[in-house]
């Protein structure tokens, strides 16, 4: 925690974290950052929103990417859909503390639905031929694209499941299917890596 | 077991190693900057949208005070806006008050009684008038003035010859 407040005050626009703070919304920023400036985004601050883009993109742009099998373009678009939608949903976000993981099932939401309407078609097609690139400096590429060669239903699983940190009751609420179809999709995937990077 | 099956688990990747390695996957990413422009242009349209609504929602409210005022008194071709038009119905009623005789300069009875039956009347319109817009206040004060003017004609009548007396209304009464 104590990091991603480093990393918000770097990273947002001059003076925006000190006018988002009240005297009343100082206690608040103390323990969670993104309360204040979600405060000050509901007044209509666009630089406030500025700075939880700051904080928050590059994670959920990681996470986009692989639900994406590795779409850059796709991933991004999801990332606005997913930021777009929070400002205009930002009333409807009962605490404002619990910000990141409001913005996490949104985002999911976005990508989960747009899979759902079978707008992505190109995931293992030709998965050789792909070989995405993550758009990171990556260490593991092989277990990056091992994982963009998943089936779609067991890559989100996975994808959710390890590198979300979402358990399977949510992850099954999400995708609308059973708990224990999500942890049969989580077993599949894991042994189709296991043969595929073995 | 058969001794080919034995050697593909053997060289499969084990459970421990697959977390070590999805445990150490980069979670973050660097989002280009024309992300955040996109979305800063997205949302800006959608807070022009987010106006529009109540902007309309403001023209009906104002349409709706005009609509009220017009009925009162018709509002001069003139009046550009609402707020032309209210100052124009309040300039035209206090214009028409110092046309009303006072009740003390009414000396018949049959005049008093007319007059009488003029501020009735007067007071149904402003009551009608104050239903459509019961928070304006100078249909009230307008109210007030009449309900008085209406007591001191009933007061004159009754001290007149008795000849013809006012009458029975309670809202001339009840003030």
Same mark, same amino acid.
């Given at each position: ?24 919304a ?11 400036l979600?405060? /000050? ?19 959920l742009?990681?996470?986009l990417?692989?639900? /994406? ?5 796709? /991933? ?6 997913a ?5 205009n949903r ?9 910000f990141?993981g ?28 792909s070989a995405?690139?993550p758009?990171?400096?990556? /260490? ?13 239903r067991?890559?989100?699983v ?6 979300s940190?979402l ?8 995708m ?8 049969a999709q ?8 296991k043969?595929?990077l073995? | ?7 593909k ?8 190693e ?15 900057? !024309?992300?955040w422009?996109?979305i800063?242009?997205?949302? %800006?349209q +959608?807070r ?8 309309? #929602? #403001?023209?009906?409210?104002?349409? %709706?005070?005009?609509?009220?005022v017009?009925?009162?008194? *018709?509002?001069?071709?003139t009046? %550009?806006? @609402? ?9 035209a009623? +206090? !214009?028409?008050?110092? =046309?009303? *005789?006072?009740?003390? =300069? @009414?000396?018949?009875?049959? !005049?008093?009684?007319a ?5 009735q ?7 009608? #008038?104050l ?8 249909l009230?004060d307008?109210?007030?003035?009449? +309900?008085?003017?209406? !007591? ?9 010859? %008795?000849? =013809?007396?006012? *009458?029975?209304?309670? +809202?001339?009464?009840?003030?």
């Amino acid at each position: 925690m104590k990091g991603m407040q480093t990393r918000v005050a770097k990273a947002s626009p001059a003076g925006v974290v000190e006018r988002a703070l009240s005297e009343t919304a100082r206690p608040a920023l103390d323990s969670n950052p993104d309360a204040a400036l979600v405060k /000050a985004a509901r007044r209509g601050d666009c630089a406030a929103f500025s700075a939880l883009y700051n904080a928050h993109s590059g994670w959920l742009l990681a996470v986009l990417w692989r639900l /994406a099998g590795g779409d850059k373009g796709l /991933a991004e678009d999801w990332l606005q859909d997913a930021f777009v939608l929070a400002w205009n949903r930002l009333d409807q976000l009962r605490e404002p503390a619990a910000f990141r993981g409001w913005l996490k099932r949104l985002a999911v939401n976005v990508a989960l639905s747009e899979k759902r309407r079978g707008t992505l078609t190109r995931v293992d097609v030709d998965a050789e031929a792909s070989a995405p690139e993550p758009p990171w400096p990556c /260490a593991d590429l092989d277990l990056e694209r091992a994982i963009a060669r998943l089936p779609d239903r067991a890559r989100q699983v996975l994808v959710l499941f390890h590198l979300s940190d979402l358990g399977h009751a949510e992850i099954a609420a999400l995708m609308g299917i059973e708990p224990g179809t999500s942890k049969a999709q989580l077993h599949r995937a894991r042994t189709l890596l296991k043969e595929m990077l073995g | 077991m058969t001794t080919e099956n034995s050697k593909k688990i053997d060289s499969r990747m084990d459970d421990a190693e697959l977390d070590r390695r999805l445990g150490a996957l980069t979670r973050t990413a660097e989002p280009v900057p !024309a992300n955040w422009a996109a979305i800063e242009r997205r949302i %800006g349209q +959608r807070r022009w949208r987010h106006l529009m609504p109540a902007g309309m #929602a #403001a023209a009906a409210v104002l349409t %709706g005070v005009a609509l009220v005022v017009s009925q009162i008194a *018709p509002a001069p071709e003139t009046a %550009g806006t @609402v707020a032309r038009v209210m100052r124009a119905e309040v300039q035209a009623m +206090r !214009a028409s008050a110092p =046309e009303t *005789p006072a009740v003390s =300069e @009414v000396n018949s009875p049959t !005049a008093l009684m007319a007059a009488w039956q003029e501020n009735q009347a007067a007071i149904d319109q402003l009551e009608q #008038a104050l239903d459509r817009d019961p928070d304006n206040r100078l249909l009230l004060d307008f109210l007030t003035e009449a +309900r008085i003017r209406q !007591a001191e004609l009933a007061r004159f009548l009754v001290r007149s010859d %008795g000849r =013809e007396q006012p *009458p029975n209304d309670e +809202r001339s009464i009840n003030l």
